[in-house]
């Protein structure tokens, strides 16, 4: 029986990241079939249809799920419509893959947790920074030389070049995510302080985030939106040991990328994302979508789907990084937690 995958959004980041995701995914899968894709303005969603070989192409989500019937359903849209959509789509029982921010407010995300658990469907939220080799790579070293608890101190940093978003909070969600990621746990507390660049744009600011995590390690997140290079980079330090990474993100300054370990002093490891993506089978000059980690996300959906496997990342696991980045939008100066939130 074929695998049936649909395609909710055809913009901008679908076209570039998440269409040759899916065509790599059914390359190399014979049962699965791309469906159909679907997108409120006609002509682009012939255009990727017929870019990314999909067998249909629809402009009512309505109309595709009741034609198409998906086994699992990618929504990759702006993120004001991603609420409202989920809780559609979950209530008629489609397992659903959602683009971050899984909501813009706790609020909302309270609510899509209620929609899709009542409907029992299987929803995996995608923070593509968790699934490039990089990263995966690191989470693999990492978890052999320290446990949560044993972490001391996470570093981060997002550097932008002229990124006057009126929201920028919607992009610094990935920082946010990634750091609990790494340190396999919530946040207690997080204080931030804000430096204003007026002259740029009346919400345009630089941000520093400090970071008290539930297992009692430190974090330091550094959001700079209008410097002068496209940078993401992170330490992580603990007894004995301490990770560098420099991520190949967009046009990252740091690309291909690279990782270093340090235990005792010594490098036991230091690896390009060149040499990583080699190990890993490939040439060493994976396309953006496996680079970026957009082709693992969408498989690990998939696969999660049809082996009726538990999310890697569900809406209760992302909710807090949703109130972290909320705090940030609405310029207020502290978020706390008691209670266990882990990522």
Known sequence: MMFKIGMIGCGRMAAEYHGPALARYAATHPDTQLAVCCDIEPPR??????????????????????????????????????????????????????????????????????????????????????????IRRLMGRLREALTPVAIH?????????????????????????????????????????????????????????????????????????????????????????????????????????????VHGGKVVCDMSGADIAAADGGNGHGSPAEVYGFYDENRDFFEHVRGGQPAEKTLRTARQAVAVAQMIRERKDRYSCSSPELG
């Open 153 to 261: 101190h996470i570093q981060y940093e997002m550097i932008r070049w002229n990124r006057r978003d009126a929201d920028f909070s919607r992009t610094a969600i990935h920082g946010i995510d990634l750091v609990q990621f790494l340190a396999g746990s919530g946040y207690g507390q997080v204080d931030c302080t804000y430096q204003p660049v007026p002259a740029l744009g009346k919400t345009v600011a630089n941000m520093q985030l400090s970071c008290r995590m539930q297992s009692g390690a430190t974090a330091q997140m550094s959001f700079c939106p209008v410097a002068g290079a496209v940078v993401e980079r992170i330490s992580l330090h603990g007894q004995d040991h301490s990770f560098y990474v420099e991520l190949p993100i967009w046009e990252s300054l740091d690309t291909p990328g690279r990782l270093q370990h």
């Open 45 to 134: 969603a012939e255009e990727f249809g017929r870019r990314f070989g999909f067998a249909h192409w629809e402009t009512d989500i309505q109309t595709m799920l009741s034609r198409h019937k998906p086994d699992a359903v990618c929504l990759v849209v702006p993120e004001h419509l991603t609420c409202e959509l989920s809780c559609q789509i979950a209530a008629r029982g489609f397992p659903l893959f959602l683009e971050k921010p899984p909501g813009l407010t706790v609020e909302q995300i309270d609510r899509m947790i209620c929609a899709t658990e009542a409907a029992g469907v299987h929803v995996e939220v995608g923070f593509n920074r968790r699934h490039m080799p990089l």
